[in-house]
Every structure is written in structure tokens, then in C-alpha cells.
């Protein structure tokens, strides 16, 4: 069965340094997102992807956060300037469609293992 | 977006029936309810979605009255591994793309 893959499993960085988090969404896929979980607490959406352009973002998305599909199977998500609270676990999450058509609803996602990111 | 609000945690036993309900009083009449499943460590994973009356698949069943004002999600005969967090969703974003998560159900299954 397709899965989404995401790389590292673990991130380990410096307060002020970039990281690149990446994900393999499932093949067929069209639609892309990040989500993060900070520990113990619900998860967030962060941004969504289609069509090579944001869709739609979150508050938390600010201008240290950036999404880019460098080719025709990754999907990354770079934090520019890593703060404490930027500690979390990340998932990267795909779907074949989105949204409500008369009478269908899509909204399976399915979601990756994660990178659990430790900023120090 | 209407809210979902559901129990913060339930003990249960193996081999027994388990029905976590979620209530929804603003529901749209476009929303359909998805109840995701989170294990430690783990991405969220989809196990049902229905609009009214009964949905049952291999994992769970959800039950929606005709108000559709709240749902229930049936686990038949929960093993120790059932244990997770069960999340009742309402709806996408207004956007229709993000789910919106909220604390969701700790069900803990004991031996």
C-alpha cells in the first residue's frame, strides 16, 4: 500500500539555523500539506499545496516558513530561522482531491510518519 | 466552522465495545464527519467518514442521527492496540483544504 514517507525521522538543530524537512507524498497525489503537533498538544495545519503554489496558509505559517516541490516527487518545508518554539513533531500529509462536490467529501489525508524537530 | 466537542478520555477493556461520541450543535449542512486516529508518535490516520444515518467499514462504524447535532464512533471488540487518540472532525477549513484538529479522545484499553 502507497505511503507517505517523510526524512529525518529526527532533526536536531541550533536556535537560528535553517532546516529543510522532507517529505515523499503519495505518487497520485495532487494535494500536499504540512501539519506540526508541538508535544502534548493538538495538531495544527501549517500550509497546503497544489499546483506548484500555496493554497492556503496558516497564522503560523509567517516568513520563516517556506514549501517548495523541487521535482515531480518531493515536497519540502524549510524553516528559515529556527526558534525554541519551533520544537515540534512535523507531518506532511497528501490527498488525491480536496473539499466538497455535491454530495462527495474528501477529506481523507494521509498522513506520513513525521520528523520530530529539536531546536536547542 | 462548527465545533466538536468530545470526551477527553475513556478507559476501556480488551474484547470490549467502545462508542466515543462527539457532539456538533453547529454543523452545516455541507459538513461531513471524520473521525481520525493519532498513535504516540505516529501521523494522523483516517478511519471513518459519513453525512447521516450509518457508515460501517472494517476498522469502526459511526452513527449519525437525523439531527446530525452529534456522532458516534463504534470500536467493536477493542484490542490493546486500539489505544490512541480518536479525533472528530467537522468540516475543512473554510479554504476547504486544512483539517482542523482538536484534542481529540485518549482511549486507553487495558488487559
Known amino acids: 500500500e502507497p505511503e507517505v514517507t517523510q526524512t529525518p525521522s529526527h532533526q536536531v538543530t541550533q536556535m537560528g539555523q535553517e532546516v529543510i524537512l522532507r517529505c515523499v507524498p503519495i505518487?497520485?497525489?495532487?494535494?500536499f500539506y504540512w501539519y506540526r503537533q508541538i508535544l502534548g498538544q493538538k495538531v495544527e495545519f501549517l500550509v497546503s499545496?497544489?499546483?506548484?503554489?500555496?493554497?492556503?496558509k496558516s497564522e503560523i505559517f509567517d516568513d520563516q516558513f517556506s514549501v517548495e516541490r523541487p521535482d515531480g516527487s518531493n515536497f519540502t518545508l524549510k524553516i528559515r530561522s529556527t526558534k525554541l518554539e519551533d520544537s515540534a513533531m512535523y507531518f506532511c500529509?497528501?490527498?488525491?482531491?480536496?473539499?466538497?462536490?455535491?454530495?462527495?467529501?474528501?477529506?481523507?489525508?494521509?498522513f506520513g510518519p513525521g520528523t520530530r524537530l529539536t531546536v536547542l | 466552522l462548527a465545533k466538536t466537542t468530545q470526551p477527553i478520555s475513556m478507559d476501556s477493556y480488551e474484547g470490549q465495545e467502545v462508542n466515543i461520541t462527539c457532539s456538533h450543535n453547529?454543523?452545516?449542512?455541507?459538513?461531513?464527519i471524520t473521525w481520525y486516529q493519532q498513535f504516540p508518535s505516529q501521523g494522523p490516520r483516517f478511519i471513518i467518514q459519513?453525512?447521516?444515518t450509518k457508515v460501517t467499514n472494517e476498522v469502526a462504524s459511526l452513527f449519525i442521527p437525523a439531527d446530525r447535532k452529534s456522532s458516534t464512533l463504534s470500536l467493536p471488540r477493542v484490542s490493546l492496540s486500539d489505544t490512541a487518540v480518536y479525533y472528530c472532525?467537522?468540516?475543512?477549513?473554510?479554504?476547504?483544504?486544512?483539517?482542523?484538529f482538536g484534542k481529540g479522545t485518549t482511549l486507553s484499553v487495558s488487559s
Open positions: 500529509a497528501s490527498s488525491p482531491l480536496t473539499g466538497t462536490s455535491g454530495t462527495n467529501s474528501y477529506n481523507e489525508q494521509f
Open positions: 505518487s497520485n497525489h495532487l494535494y
Open positions: 499545496f497544489y499546483n506548484n503554489e500555496i493554497s492556503e
Open positions: 453547529n454543523i452545516a449542512t455541507n459538513d461531513y
Open positions: 459519513g453525512y447521516k
Open positions: 472532525l467537522v468540516a475543512l477549513n473554510q479554504a476547504g483544504t486544512a483539517l482542523i
